[in-house]
Every structure is written in structure tokens, then in C-alpha cells.
């Protein structure tokens, strides 16, 4: 069973704080991972995507992966309101298979 | 608009009848994948397709529920009978090719809601 682990949170954080958001994932085999924000009642929107281990940075926002510890986790720095949504990891293990999905962290940027 | 587009975005049936989901890829996308997403829960795979071909229904029930994609025209998810219990956002998604490096995008979903 290929499974994507998130904290529910909410996670809170104050408005130009760092936000850390991160994702476990099962299957050793995992190639590609993404990260999209869906706000409430809306689809999900992709943000990021990372496939090598290391750092990908893309304005405000940082992807961090780690395949030895099976981890990935998104960094938003200079959080701001707008930011307040939840942060859905997807993972995919290559070839012709679907993306598997976290059940999201909830994130709120108090003002 | 050169997005993922489905429709309709609100469908409401009783319980009993037929639903039927469309979603047009992205322009030069070829393959669309469903999934399900009930209130407070993850996006559930369902069912992933090419043109006039199912790659992977694995995590779609085996009854009921159909999907196709066909020469012309968007991709139809198709649910027979339906229950309370299909109430729930419908996502379809987008992606050119089946490599792992190719994200999906999403379109804005169907919210299906059963009396």
C-alpha cells in the first residue's frame, strides 16, 4: 500500500513567519513530488515539483527532498494571509501509475 | 482558456439516476486522470486514461462506475444508480505525457451532490 503521510495541522504561523510544511511517503521507489495548493472549495493548484534530492527554490517558496529518509517538505517564506489554504503532497513512482496523494496540511497565516 | 475544463461545476441528482462528468484536457495533454475528493479528505485516485484507452481503473469500485476518453470529444466518468454516498468533488486532471517528471493539472471539478 503506497502511502503519503501529512499533519492535518491546522498549523498556524504569523503573517512573514516561515512556514514548514512537510510529507513522509512509503514506497522507496517514489521518483517525482509535487506540492499543490487547494483553497477551500477550489481545485487543487500545483506550486512546486522536485525530483532530485536537495533544495528547489521558486520565489517565497523552497521544496526539500530526501530520499535516504523517504521525506519531502515545503518551506514558504514571507507567509502572508493569501497563503492560508491546504498544502496537498503528491507522489509519484514513475511510468504509467497515479499520483498518490496526502490527505493535506492546513495551514493559516494569522495577520 | 487553455486550461483542464469540466463540467457541469454543480450536478445534483437523485438517488437512483444517472451521472455523467466531462472534463476537456489542456491543449497538447493526452492524458487525463480522475479522482474523487470527499469533504475534509485527500484527492483519491480513480481511474487514469489515454485516448480510446484505460491505463489504471484500480481505484475505481468496479460497479457502477465507467470511464472513457475517446477519439473526439472530453473524457465522461459515468456513475449508474447513484447513491448518498457518490456525493462528493469529482477532479479531473491533465498531464502531455506518463513520465513521472510530467505534473497534472487540475481542472476546477464537479461538486455532485445526491438527494
Known amino acids: 500500500q503506497k502511502e503519503v503521510e501529512q499533519n492535518s495541522g491546522p498549523l498556524s504561523v504569523p503573517e512573514g513567519a516561515i512556514a514548514s510544511l512537510n510529507c513522509t511517503y512509503s514506497d522507496r521507489g517514489s521518483q517525482s513530488f509535487f506540492w499543490y495548493r487547494q483553497y477551500s472549495g477550489k481545485s487543487p493548484e500545483l506550486i512546486m515539483f522536485i525530483y532530485s534530492n536537495g533544495d528547489k527554490e521558486d520565489g517565497r517558496f523552497t521544496a526539500q527532498l530526501n530520499k535516504a529518509s523517504q521525506y519531502v517538505s515545503l518551506l514558504i517564506r514571507d507567509s502572508q494571509p493569501s497563503d492560508s489554504a491546504t498544502y496537498l503532497c503528491a507522489v509519484n513512482i514513475g511510468g504509467n501509475t497515479p499520483l498518490v496523494f496526502g490527505k493535506g496540511t492546513r495551514l493559516s497565516v494569522i495577520a | 482558456n487553455a486550461g483542464v475544463m469540466q463540467n457541469p461545476r454543480h450536478l445534483v441528482r437523485r438517488r437512483g439516476q444517472e451521472a455523467r462528468l466531462r472534463c476537456s484536457p489542456m491543449?497538447?495533454?493526452?492524458?487525463v486522470y480522475w479522482y474523487r475528493q470527499l469533504p475534509e479528505e485527500g484527492l483519491k485516485f480513480m481511474v487514469y486514461l489515454q485516448k480510446e484507452n484505460i491505463i489504471d481503473e484500480s481505484g475505481m469500485p468496479k460497479e457502477r462506475f465507467s470511464a472513457e476518453f475517446p477519439k473526439e470529444g472530453p473524457s465522461i466518468l459515468r456513475i449508474q444508480q447513484v447513491v448518498r454516498g457518490d456525493s462528493a468533488a469529482y477532479f479531473c486532471a491533465s498531464s502531455p505525457g506518463a513520465e513521472s517528471n510530467q505534473p497534472q493539472h487540475f481542472g476546477d471539478g464537479t461538486r455532485l451532490s445526491i438527494l
Open positions: 491543449k497538447g495533454h493526452s492524458h
